[in-house]
């Protein structure tokens, strides 16, 4: 499996609005003003701390269960996943994660 593209999301890295060439600079502007970033999974945080050029934490050492494994809040209804039947909604997982996370830390009064 690549980074981006599967047979699981049915997803391949020519598709979105994107020109993969502008993902460095784009990904670096979206994160300039956050100084922890975490992403789920080795080759996605070893993609990121290299593009990134800092480090990226990774979800599983906090030993959070993967996005899949964790109830949602929200579900997804954007037009683009009705012709996937299993679908993995980035959004919907970013948010499932970050939910855990800010859980995690404040139980272990890391956060106020």
């Not at 890295?13 to 502008?22: E, P, S, V």
């Not at 899949?68 to 679908?87: R, T, V």
């Amino acid at each position: 499996m690549s980074a981006h593209g599967s047979d699981e999301n049915g997803l391949s890295w020519a598709d979105g609005q994107l020109d993969y060439a502008k993902l460095p600079e784009t990904i670096r502007e979206a994160v300039s003003g956050y100084a922890h970033l975490y992403a789920y999974g080795t080759t996605k945080t070893k993609f990121l701390s290299n593009l990134l050029v800092q480090p990226v934490r990774n979800m599983e050492d906090f030993n959070c269960p993967p996005p899949h494994g964790l109830k949602a809040q929200f579900s997804c209804s954007m037009p683009c996943h009705k012709n996937y039947l299993n679908y993995c909604c980035a959004t919907r997982n970013a948010h499932t994660v970050f939910k855990w996370l800010v859980h995690h830390l404040q139980s272990r009064n890391y956060i106020a």
